[in-house]
């Protein structure tokens, strides 16, 4: 039958007292959308990681490594919000993004 696995909280709390960083609370977010979501080329908040729970239907990752940054033409914010590129990667515009054909 179906299982449910579960992962044990491992984030530092308040005062744990070990040295070791707290968690911000802050970074933590979910999105939901309707079928047909898109999400633009991005990279997280301070660069990290999620963790993905994909509940029904599928999802498609187009994936590009750090070097290609600029020729992607991310958007020059600070690194706290991520960063974002108006850059669609399944309908290119070369005109308006020519950096993105050097994109690996």
């Not at 491992?10 to 970074?27: H, I, N």
């Not at 590129?85 to 993105?100: K, Q, V």
């Amino acid at each position: 039958g179906d299982r449910l696995y579960c992962v044990r909280d491992a984030v530092p709390k308040s005062g744990a007292g070990d040295g070791a960083r707290v968690f911000d609370a802050a970074l933590t977010k979910i999105f939901m959308g309707p079928a047909g979501t898109v999400s633009r080329l991005h990279h997280d908040t301070y660069a990290t990681h999620v963790w993905l729970s994909q509940i029904r239907g599928r999802k498609q990752f187009i994936c590009y490594p750090p070097e290609d940054t600029e020729n992607l033409h991310s958007l020059p914010v600070d690194e706290v919000d991520g960063r974002t590129s108006l850059f669609d990667p399944e309908h290119p515009d070369f005109g308006r993004f020519p950096n993105a054909r050097k994109a690996q």
